[in-house]
């Protein structure tokens, strides 16, 4: 295996999200969200866009409740396990085909998100900026360096919590794909070298406690057989 791109060299001018890439994730959400159950995912051909700053990246694996003015900011604190791109040179502008030439490297990363913050904004018709882009909200793994090979392979992300897994999704289920993402990004916002983008989580998201702890793994399936063949992992705990 190549060496590992170190998460600590990482500082991304830019880090973009994807909601609902997922088609039971979306599900998931609408039904947090109150819709009624049954109701068709709606996909209008364009991925859900959003960003954290920079300020958002946390590389050390801790995972922390925000506070202002001593006061926690939620009492519901989510995990969304993610498969995380790298991109590895600036594009104002790529084709689905020429996407994968941008991308330096994939990893597992945690989008940490206040829950119940997230909702009462979205029903007050309000930006949700703080329920997602708090310090420590944005953690990534190292970095396995990109390859063709490797991005033709289907990439799966599962998250395990206390020992137990809990989340599983492939590129395969994604609504839009990374090369699809990168090419809908670098037209109407521009990418630059070092920017993330986290491609969206799969369903069965859920509440974390203090003192409990997470491992986020980014695999291959291997060769005639339905297991898996790591590459790279994301180890968290919350303070």
């Not at 109701?39 to 920079?54: A, Q």
């Not at 029903?123 to 090979?149: C, E, M, Q, V, Y």
């Not at 206390?162 to 090419?183: D, F, T, W, Y």
Request: glycine share 10%; aromatic share 8%.
């Amino acid at each position: 295996m190549e060496t590992l791109l170190d998460r600590r060299t990482i500082a991304p001018g830019a880090i973009y999200c994807v909601g609902k890439n997922y088609r039971e994730h979306a599900r998931e959400m609408e039904k947090l969200e109150g819709a009624i159950a049954g109701t068709p995912v709606e996909d209008d051909g364009e991925p859900i866009i959003f960003m954290k700053p920079p300020t958002a990246l946390e590389t050390e694996g801790v995972i922390a409740m925000p506070e202002f003015q001593g006061t926690p900011l939620s009492a519901n604190m989510h995990y969304e396990a993610e498969i995380v791109l790298l991109i590895g040179k600036s594009c104002d502008g790529c084709s689905i085909e020429e996407a994968p030439n941008y991308i330096a490297g994939f990893g597992a990363g945690l989008d940490m998100t206040l829950r119940d913050v997230q909702l009462a904004a979205k029903k007050a018709g309000n930006p949700w900026l703080k329920s997602k882009g708090f310090r420590k909200s944005a953690l990534i793994s190292d970095f396995i360096p990109f390859t063709h090979s490797l991005f033709l392979q289907d990439l799966t992300i599962s998250l395990e919590l206390n020992g137990k897994q809990i989340q599983e999704g492939r590129v395969s289920e994604m609504l839009h794909s990374p090369a699809m993402l990168i090419h809908y990004l670098s037209y109407l916002y521009g990418l630059r070298r070092g920017d993330l983008v986290f491609t969206g989580t799969p369903s069965g998201v859920g509440k974390v406690n203090s003192g409990d702890t997470l491992n986020a793994l980014l695999s291959i399936p291997e060769n005639s057989t339905q297991g898996y063949s790591g590459l790279v992992n994301l180890q968290a705990r919350v303070i």
